[in-house]
């Protein structure tokens, strides 16, 4: 058995490598290079998560070599630890489903003559984060690391016709690079000072200290932070969604915004010693931010897309929270506590895969059948995309952290993580565990409002376009997955013991931690570990809800009550599409409230031929400041230029200048080399 599961990484990364291939050769055959592509990637994937449940199940790491050149003496060599396993296992569960809808959307929604490219792109992006994951040295990872941007940017530029997709493609490159240059200088400052290029040598805990190791922090948060998406590195993302066909967008928030969290943990928590208070206290503000800002700009968009993006750096806020809180109980010797808060913030990172992919999914249908992505052209696609819809409701449900779903035990782990982090946590540092807390309440009912807005504006009342009213259901293959989805979103909140039962070994593996063995109460319960008043079991809620409901039923069976069908009251007026709450309506009370963070304008027009007390048409127009932009990488941008320009006399285009350069350089490394010696 263990024979088989050693050569599972390989294995998957050649039938990866090879249904590339393949794919590019069918290039003149796209139907067949669809499925090609597709298919392959189906059986990488199912064979990658069949390793990463062996070690997740045995404790048993797996561990062999990718590359060996003997000439050279290059050996690349891997390791599938049960941290790396845990992610693995994330990708393996998500990305099946998505490459199954993806035969069927990208028949749609991508043109025949790119059908190839984005095929292989499609399995070199999610081969490239394998490697990231199970990498065993610098060289491999960044390598993979720089494979699974340069992908990831050709899947967002497939409509690279349209100057928004270029666009978008151009930030995510550029921020990504940023990113991947922070991490360059970080892992050599770690080699220079280990004098090794392996992972285990290198976080190992104990190769730097004093001021360099928090400078080595900052590097390696910022270089992950940016492909986590969390503020205030989160610019690319918001714009890399709406243009990325829809299945690639399932993978990029439920996959690509994974590869930062792993880094996060693998190397900021766990890889470069004992976390220090303030590196915990930078992480907890960072996810405190990113939640709260997340769900209320994604409150306010009408983009669909761009509105499922926000909620990815909400949902990432709230994992990074989770780790800032362990780091926090590390530096404070509490290994019961960060064990809690470590389970909170994996569970999440899986629950956030399974309906962050589920929702996009279900929008990659709606932009199918209606060719927008706008809320106000939606409207009524329930009587038309009733599957579909359903789907949707079970994302929204879950995201909104409703009992029963899996959105609900990892937000439940986690508040239980701050209470007892109060309560456990000496010196004035525990004031940050209330405070997230309070956070957190505010950022799980904003995102509450904004899914009831999400789906109510699309899905109920009546059709406000053409598009809408027209809208077909999606073909059965598009369906299947959502549903696999739902059903493992109903599935993961009703037996959340299950998780954590499988979390204990992978806890178990992290230096710091101490798992309490009663975590896990058998498959329906779970307990915080470390009181008696916080078990829970969603599964005995659901029974009592479903209980009640029946009461409710048989009581209104037996006084003979029927329901009863009356019109919709149209506020004194016809009904009509124009007369129903819109998305932009829905948001405006939010939009008063936090006026502060989204400094709103808004313009009205009255276009009258008489007086404009009586106009022919009124033209409303409403936005909100985008802060960050403007005042944090508008001025950066600028400056670069600004710098950029002043360089240009360098280049003076003369060859006496570019000789005497030369000359100037090696003077002075005469001199360097001159005084070494």
Request: overall charge positive.
């Amino acid at each position: 058995m263990f024979g088989v599961v050693a050569v599972g990484v390989p294995a998957a990364l050649v039938i990866r490598l090879v249904t590339m291939a393949v794919t590019i050769g069918l290039a003149r055959r796209p139907r067949v290079a669809r499925w090609t592509a597709l298919l392959g990637s189906l059986l990488a994937s199912m064979l990658t998560m069949g390793v990463a449940l062996y070690v997740i199940g045995s404790g048993r790491p797996v561990e062999g070599i990718l590359v060996h050149h003997g000439a050279s003496g290059i050996v690349f060599s891997y390791a599938v630890t049960p941290l790396s396993a845990w992610f693995l296992m994330v990708l393996g569960l998500i990305a099946a489903p998505v490459a199954l809808y993806s035969a069927g959307y990208f028949a749609h929604a991508v043109a025949a003559d790119r059908i190839a490219v984005v095929g292989a792109a499609f399995n070199l992006m999610l081969g490239a984060v394998e490697v990231v994951f199970v990498a065993d040295g610098v060289i491999v990872f960044l390598c993979a690391w720089e494979l699974m941007t340069l992908a990831t940017a050709a899947l967002v530029a497939t409509e690279h016709e349209a100057r928004a997709s270029r666009s978008a493609a151009y930030l995510y490159l550029v921020m990504s690079h940023v990113g991947t240059g922070c991490l360059v200088a970080g892992f050599l400052l770690l080699a220079a000072a280990s004098g090794s290029m392996s992972f285990p040598v290198l976080l190992s805990g104990h190769v730097v200290s004093g001021p360099l190791r928090d400078g080595l922090f900052v590097l390696f948060f910022l270089g992950f932070g940016v492909k986590a998406g969390v503020i205030p590195f989160h610019i690319w993302l918001p714009e890399a969604h709406p243009a990325a066909p829809s299945s690639i967008s399932a993978l990029m928030s439920a996959v690509l915004i994974t590869a930062g969290i792993y880094g996060l943990y693998r190397v900021c928590a766990f890889g470069l010693g004992v976390p220090d208070v303030s590196w915990a206290f930078a992480s907890m503000v960072v996810g405190m931010v990113s939640a709260i800002l997340g769900v209320l700009y994604a409150l306010t968009q009408n983009d669909l897309k761009r509105l499922l993006a926000y909620s990815t750096i909400e949902n990432s806020g709230i994992i990074v929270l989770g780790l800032g809180a362990a780091m926090m109980a590390m530096a404070q010797g509490q290994p019961a506590l960060a064990s809690v808060a470590v389970a909170a913030s994996l569970t999440h990172v899986l629950n956030h895969a399974v309906f962050k992919g589920l929702l996009f999914l279900g929008a990659g249908s709606i932009v199918m059948a209606t060719g927008t992505r706008q809320l106000e052209q939606f409207g009524g696609l329930l009587r038309r995309m009733p599957w579909t819809g359903l789907f949707f409701l079970v994302g929204a449900l879950a995201i909104s952290g409703l009992p029963f779903l899996n959105g609900f035990p990892s937000e439940w782990l986690t508040f239980q993580a701050l209470l007892l982090g109060f309560s456990s946590t000496p010196g004035l540092m525990r004031l940050n565990f209330p405070v997230a807390g309070a956070m957190l309440a505010l950022t799980t009912a904003l995102a509450a409002a904004c899914f009831v807005r999400a789906f109510g504006i699309s899905f109920l009342a009546l059709p406000r376009s053409a598009a809408a009213a027209n809208a077909e259901e999606s073909p059965a293959v598009m369906l299947a997955p959502q549903a696999f989805l739902a059903v493992l979103c109903l599935g993961l909140g009703l037996l959340p013991g299950v998780v954590l039962g499988a979390l204990q070994g992978v806890m178990a593996s992290l230096p710091g931690l101490q798992p309490a063995a009663r975590m896990a109460d058998g498959s329906l319960g779970m307990a915080s570990g470390l009181t008696s008043f916080d078990h829970v079991a969603p599964a005995v809620f659901g029974v009592a809800l479903l209980g009640g409901l029946a009461v409710a039923g048989l009581l209104t069976a037996r006084r003979g009550l029927a329901a009863r069908r009356v019109p919709t009251w149209g506020c004194g007026g016809e009904l009509t599409a124009q007369s129903e709450y819109s998305a932009t309506a829905f948001s405006k009370p939010m939009t008063m409230i936090f006026r502060a963070v989204y400094r709103p304008t808004r313009t009205v027009d009255a276009l009258g031929e008489v007086s404009p007390y009586f106009p022919r048409e009124v033209h409303y127009r409403s936005e909100i400041e985008p802060t960050f932009e403007r005042y944090v990488y508008g001025p950066l941008v600028r400056a670069v230029v600004r710098a950029a320009t002043g360089m240009k006399v360098l280049q003076a285009g003369s060859l006496h200048a570019y000789l005497a350069y030369v000359l100037v350089l090696a003077v002075i490394l005469l001199m360097w080399l001159g005084g070494t010696a």
